[in-house]
Structures are given as C-alpha cells and as structure tokens.
C-alpha cells in the first residue's frame, strides 16, 4: 500500500466515523409551548396573603388540640376562624347534644372538610404542573444526552481505528525512511484530535420557558404569579423559635446552589446563567437541562409535604371528634 493511499484510507476512516456523525449543535425541537401549563396567572394583593403565624393570637382551644404544623396550615389556608368555630361547636354540642346542636356541628364539619379538600386539590394541581415540567424537562435532557453518547460512542471507535491502522502501516513502513515516522505522527494527531472531539461534544439546544416557577423562587417577590397566596405563604414562613432563621424558599435556594449550580463559574458567566435559569430561557446543554429538571424536582417534593400537613390537621380533627363523641357516650 503506498504512502498516498494509507492517507487516503485514514482521511476516509476520520470522515466515516466523525464528521458524519457531528451534527449542528443546535437541535430543531419545538420547545415553545408546553401541554403543563395552562396560561393560567394567580391575581392577589399583598394583603391576601395570610398574616405571618406568630404575630396572631392563637386561641388556647387550638393550641391544646392541634400542633403547631397544623394550625400553621389552616392559617395559610384561611381557615383558622372556621376552625375555631368548629371547636367552639363541637363543645356546645358536648355540653347539650340537642338535634340543633349536632345539625349545626355537622354544618361547619361539612365546611370545614370542604376547605380542607378545596386546599388539597390547590395543592395536588400546583404539584402536578411542577412535576409535569420537571417530565418535560428531563425527555429533552434525556435526547440531548443519547445524541452525545451516540456520537461519542463512533468516535471512540473512529479513535481506535485510526490507532490500530496506525500501527500496522508503521510497521509495514518501518524500514522505508521516515515513511514510519510520518505515518505514526498522522495518526497520532488524527486521534489526538478524535479524543478532543469526544470532549467537545455538547449537545446544545435553545429552551424557552416563560412561565417560570424558578425565577420566582429566586426573587422572592411579594405576591407570586404562579404560586396561588396559601402556597406562596407557606413557602415564606419563617418559623421565629427556629436557630436557623430560613424559609422553605431560602432552604430551596440553598439546596439548589449546593448543587453546584455556580461552581467553577466565571464571575461574568454568572450573571449571564441566573439570567438563563431565572429568565425567560436560553441555549441550555444537556447536564444543565438535568440540573434544572433536579430544581423542579426538589420544589414540588416541598410543595408536597403541604399535603402532609393537611393530613396531620385532618387527623387531629378526626382523633378530636372521636374523643369528643366517645366521652358524650360515656356521660
């Protein structure tokens, strides 16, 4: 085989495994508008948000029969004042268990469940829409990344390739000059540059999304436009009795920085990504879209745990009810 067409062969063997198989950077996916949300915009004044827990006096009949968690629920939901009343209801009821008495009681227990299943149901559909995205989300990172490993799977064997056919025709050359010597420098640069190749190989791909719970998270508005006020209240309250004096929006923003969101990146950069995250969307590589998939994740888990509550607060009442009614059986 002459010099010129073992040229030829690793010139092919390059082309074959590697610049066929990179394609634009930049992928054509439709990523404008997405089935999760539902154009949908929450509407409410600062002074609709409940008042912070610790600067209301709490009654001493819901201190006795409630925790703290659960009361706090019922203030973020609104219902503090129903729930009194329900207590207060149910004590005249023990005390005379007329029809009147115990159609009244039934009466609030009926409006009491109903806001409680109105909050569960606020709840469940600001949970779904968040695990919706984080879905979406990860499908794209997830296409992002098996294009990368496709690629960086025929470059790796274009790499191998090139040095196997390195070897035998420095070998077949050997005794010819520096027939040799130029044959092993071609082929040690082309899969030098194979092996830059592999590291270079981002998938990027242009992601808008205007609705973005993130960006409020972040900023800590007031009033939220995506978080309806009872959710918005919950995420912001601070706990006055705790050491480390953080809402579950600031924790948030912690856990996500822990992720590494800002390391090893250039104080110019950074402006650039809070920009892209925290915006109106950018070019987003593949683990950045896994990274943001992770941040939808870890806010609608804390969102979840609102629903935790409730059931702590739906069971105080139930555990109360039947206190009440065995003792009124008893009498």
């Known amino acids: 085989m002459s010099l010129s067409r073992t040229g030829v062969f690793l010139i092919f063997v390059l082309l ?26 929450y509407e409410y004044a600062e002074d609709q948000i409940p008042a912070p827990l610790h600067t209301l006096t709490i009654p001493e009949s819901l201190q006795n029969n409630f925790s703290k968690s659960s009361i706090n629920i019922a203030n973020a939901m609104g219902i503090l004042d129903l729930l009194e009343r329900y207590l207060v209801g149910l004590e005249d009821f023990y005390a005379d268990p007329s029809f009147e008495k115990r159609l009244s009681h039934l009466e609030l227990y009926q409006k009491l469940s109903h806001r409680i299943g109105f909050a569960e149901l606020e709840i469940s559909s600001e949970s779904a829409e968040l695990g919706c995205e984080e879905e979406r989300i990860e499908q794209i990172a997830n296409y992002l990344k098996a294009k990368e490993d496709d690629i960086d799977t025929k470059l790796t064997v274009a790499s191998i390739v090139v040095g196997a056919v390195g070897a035998i025709l420095t070998t077949a050359y050997f005794d010819q ?72 929006r600031e924790e948030i923003i912690e856990k996500w920085i822990g992720l590494g969101l800002f390391d090893n990146v250039k104080p110019k950069d950074k ?26 994740d870890q ?18 009442l139930e555990v ?3 206190k009440k009614f065995s003792e009124l059986r008893k009498k």
């Open 16 to 41: 074959f495994f590697s610049c066929a198989s990179i394609q634009d950077s930049n992928i054509n996916l439709r990523l404008d508008k997405s089935n999760c949300f539902q154009e949908y915009f």
């Open 177 to 248: 000059g520096k027939t040799g010597e130029y044959i092993a420098l071609g082929t040690g640069i082309l899969g030098a540059t194979l092996g830059v190749m592999i590291l270079v190989n981002k998938k990027k791909v242009t992601f808008q999304h205007p609705r973005n719970h993130l960006q409020e998270i972040w900023e800590g508005p007031q009033t939220a436009s995506y978080f309806p006020a009872s959710v918005w209240y919950y995420l912001n309250y601070v706990y006055p009795e705790e050491e480390k004096q953080l809402s579950i």
């Open 271 to 296: 402006e650039a990504l809070i920009e892209k995250f925290f915006g109106g969307g950018g070019v987003y590589l593949s683990d950045e879209l896994a990274e943001r998939a992770s941040m939808y």
């Open 299 to 316: 806010l609608g888990s804390q969102i979840n745990l609102m629903m935790q509550d409730l059931k702590s607060l739906t069971r105080e």
């Open 320 to 322: 109360l009810q039947v």
